[in-house]
């Protein structure tokens, strides 16, 4: 079946616009995840959702990024007024449910590359 | 809060050589633990999960990794590695409540020399 998937693949913008980036985890997953790995780091956590609500948004940024996602599908992270250490490979990924205790796997997509200039 | 350690950023091995990567974490309760490799131009997929039961876990490509509880780590194993398996390793942890947020260490990034 399908994976996850993203979009832009990249994303090149210029300091100070917006941008928005997409995710569409696979069907029937419940939960979602963004990260960010900037080059030559780990990845670290962003926001997840369970359904349409985000419990946890501890790992935004600023207030300059947000999140949303509907229909318990399709989620956007939005970022403002980018800055060049918005520059990162932005990760989502899904998984059946958001139980920590099953220890749910995670599958990630391919990643939006983000060059803010 | 978690934080999870991976000691090797670079490792060069000939193919048949025996690999270890180190992954420690630091977390005062019952955690999942995750090893993803990231081949290169492909997306990170999961190589091996622990959550309970044998501390021992086989996952693909004949990779193995050991959950020590007293030494909070986790480390990955393969006999004998093949030019394939050349990519980055990625160890990550996530407390066994609810959310389920990984915690991922700095990755391992591998090469193997054919």
């Known amino acids: 079946g399908a994976g996850v998937s993203q979009s832009p693949s990249n994303k090149v913008t210029e300091k100070g616009k917006d941008v928005e980036l997409r995710c569409d985890p696979i069907?029937?997953?419940?939960?979602l995840y963004w990260y960010r790995q900037r080059l030559g780091q780990g990845l670290e956590f962003l926001i997840y959702?369970?359904?349409?609500?985000?419990?946890?948004k501890s790992g935004l940024p600023s207030d300059r990024f947000s999140a949303e996602r509907t229909g318990e599908s399709v989620s956007t992270l939005t970022i403002q007024r980018t800055q060049q250490e918005d520059s990162a490979v932005y990760l989502c990924a899904s998984s059946q449910t958001s139980g920590g205790s099953s220890g749910d796997t995670q599958y990630f997509g391919p990643g939006t590359r983000l060059t803010v200039l | 809060a978690q934080s999870v350690s991976q000691h090797n950023h670079h490792v060069i091995l000939s193919e048949a050589a025996s690999l270890e990567l180190g992954c420690n974490y630091s977390y005062g309760g019952t955690v999942n633990l995750f090893w993803y490799v990231q081949y290169p131009g492909q997306h990170l997929q999961l190589l091996l999960k622990y959550f309970s039961g044998d501390p021992l876990v086989k996952g693909i490509k004949g990779f193995e990794a050991e959950f020590i509880k007293s030494k909070f780590s986790f480390n990955l194993r393969k006999p004998s590695v093949q030019w394939s398996d050349t990519a980055e390793y990625f160890c990550?942890?996530?407390?066994?409540?609810?959310?389920?947020?990984?915690?991922f260490g700095g990755g391992t990034r591998l090469m193997v020399k054919p």
């Open positions: 959702f369970q359904g349409n609500s985000a419990p946890d």
């Open positions: 069907s029937g997953h419940t939960a």
């Open positions: 990550a942890v996530s407390p066994n409540n609810a959310g389920n947020m990984l915690t």
